[in-house]
Nanobody, 114 residues
Framework: QVQLVESGGGLVQPGGSLRLSCAAS????????MGWYRQAPGKQRELVAV???????NYGDSVKGRFTISRDNAKDTVYLQMNSLKPEDTAVYYC????????WGQGTQVTVSS
């Protein structure tokens, strides 16, 4: 089985930056999409950013212009660079990779607060 492990979350001040990483325990083939979702307390899980197998990014409206998704195929890792962070970005961030099945990480907490 494939394990996805997120890292890089933590506490940051408004306007600050964080970079999240998601590493797969082994190479994943036939990837359809890969990316990040988030879930804030009392809210539904929402799309943050995804990459298609061709490397085309799609972003949720609330993060466009501030977040950047990227990947390193050699390291089986996907990243989320988060800039100009706002308190509204506070959530648990989940990595996901979709093949014929979908894999999810355990999540990493991001808290944006003064």
């Amino acid at each position: 089985q494939v394990q996805l492990v997120e890292s890089g979350g933590g506490l940051v001040q408004p306007g600050g930056s964080l970079r999240l990483s998601c590493a797969a325990s082994r190479s994943i083939f036939s990837i359809i999409t890969m990316g990040w979702y988030r879930q804030a307390p009392g809210k539904q899980r929402e799309l943050v950013a995804v990459l298609t197998s061709g490397g085309v990014p799609n972003y949720g409206d609330s993060v466009k212009g501030r977040f950047t998704i990227s990947r390193d195929n050699a390291k089986d890792t996907v990243y989320l660079q988060m800039n100009s962070l706002k308190p509204e970005d506070t959530a648990v961030y989940y990595c996901t990779v979709r093949t014929v099945v979908q894999y999810w990480g355990q999540g990493t907490q991001v808290t944006v607060s003064s």
